[in-house]
């Protein structure tokens, strides 16, 4: 009894796992659907193999139970018997071959490599604590944290890591590939439909792994381009942005590139403005809160996110700036859409 309150507590705690945009079990694509098949075929055989010997396991302890009358008396004792041991052998050969088949199947064909196929969109993606980057070589452009794609697309991902292993994950669209400093993994997946999916990272690698959180943004194809050409044209920055810029350029271009294909040791802010999420961890889209959130990112980014190696610029912080700096930088970096 004393157990339902925990019980309790766990129900609350697992129902908050239902978010679609973060599950495994409601796949949006191609690659994650087949996936979920195999959950679901090596779940019914584990299912089918329990029911079966619990069947069995019920039935001795019914059939063989001690009797009113027969206390001593012992059943016929049976040692060694072949034609047992050929269908205990046998069957579990059965049901593994029958499980392999699909695992074997799909496992290669879901680790395909897709870098040279001209119709898919190549990106190479890599790691870092704690933020993920996005290279498109088919355009010239960089980005970070939103991996944007066009929808009805196969996407061909190249993995690495520019420090400790992590590893790709969107649970809706496919994954778990594991992103290494080394050799390069590879990795496909197609969206259904115009969505913002939830990706995260699935390989413990510091202080901030479990908000190393990234989105992939589908879209028209016809939006797509445009988003591409939007990267790829000028920077432009409103007079009221110029302040910012100035302190931007300061304060922060030693890891922060503002270009089409700018990488560096921070991630590529071009088109910030548009992305859902600051550092993947604040909201970067609700016009109430999204000045704050990126002000406090800014003054404090290890207050958001342990271990990041962004240092504080807050003076309250230990940084250089003013909270009014701060406001400036702010403005600018949500000019860029
Ligand atoms: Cu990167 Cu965990």
Redesign the pocket.
Known sequence: MRLIPLFAVMAFLLAGCGSDKLSALQPQGPVAREQLFLMKFSLSIMVLVTIVVFAIYVWVIVRYRQRKGQENKIPKQVEGSHVLEIIWTTIPIILLLVLAVPTVYYTFKHSADHRADKNAIHVKVT?H??WWQFEYPDFNIATAQNLVVPANKTIALELASADVS??FWVPSLAGKVDANPGPVNVLYFQADKIDMFQGR??????AS?AL?NFTVQSMAEADFQKWVDKMKSPVTVPADAKPGEALFKENCMACHQVSAQGLGVGPNLNGFASRPYIAGVLDNQDAAKKDDNLHKWIADPQGQKPGTKMPAFGQNFGGNLTDDQINQIVKYLHSLN
């Open positions: 790691g604590q704690f992590h590893a990272c699935a390989e413990l690698c510091g792994h190393m």
